[in-house]
Every structure is written in structure tokens, then in C-alpha cells.
């Protein structure tokens, strides 16, 4: 079993309006075929899109702010929670994502998931 890893996907604006109605089936379809690799190789734990709306949330003393996402500036647009052996091989499964083929824009954040406080032994749910 390997280790846990996020990778956050994330493009500017609405990267895919540029893409004709086959193109974008086309992406659809390679993004499926990815995930259905990963799913056959024991490697994927959830993959999801995430829709361009909602709010991003801050405190500051007592006073809460709520900012509309605006999705003409570089939001996330999905995520895919993954196992691997180890970083290098997180960043060599997120270099083989379709993002990069259709969106010029798209970058991949690849980040190693806590499983388990060290100092308390708490181990986080699922």
C-alpha cells in the first residue's frame, strides 16, 4: 500500500469554453479513460469535478467575510485522491492527466496526505 496523495486541479477561467463541443467529449472520454487506469492499477481512492460556483470563507477577529469564486479568475476545478509509492510517482501520474492535452492553462498541485498525528496518534478519518 502506498502513501496518500491530493492532486488539485486547477485552470484559469473557463479555459474549456475555447474547446468545440468534440473536443470537449474528447476530453470527457480521456479523462474517463484515466481514471479507469488508475481505478485498474489500484491507485485511485476518489476523483471528482468541482463545480465554478461557491464562496470562499475568512475570519478576521469576530467578523466573517464570504467572497463569491469567480470563475473568470484561475479556480480549482477538480481533484483526484490518489496512492503512490511516493511523491515522485504522485507527479508522474499527475504529468499523465488529459488537463494538459486540452487546457493550456492547467497546473496540478500534487500534495502528500496526513494520515496521522504524530505526537497524539490520531489518525484522521476517511
Known sequence: MGREFMLYIRNAGDAKA????????A????CET?????K???KLIAAQ?????G?????TENTWTQTAIDP???????????????????????K??????????????????KLKEEQTNFVYPK
Open 18 to 25: 475555447a474547446l468545440s463541443a468534440d473536443e470537449h467529449l
Open 27 to 30: 476530453f470527457i472520454k480521456k
Open 34 to 38: 484515466y481514471i479507469g487506469r488508475l
Open 40 to 42: 485498474a492499477e489500484g
Open 49 to 53: 469535478p468541482i463545480v465554478r460556483e
Open 55 to 59: 464562496y470562499i470563507i475568512s475570519k
Open 72 to 94: 473568470a479568475k484561475e479556480v480549482q476545478v477538480g481533484y483526484y485522491h490518489i496512492t503512490a509509492k511516493d511523491l515522485a510517482e504522485a507527479v508522474e501520474i499527475a
Open 96 to 113: 499523465g492527466n488529459p488537463e494538459f492535452e486540452y487546457v493550456a492553462s492547467a497546473t496540478i498541485e500534487v500534495r502528500p496526505i
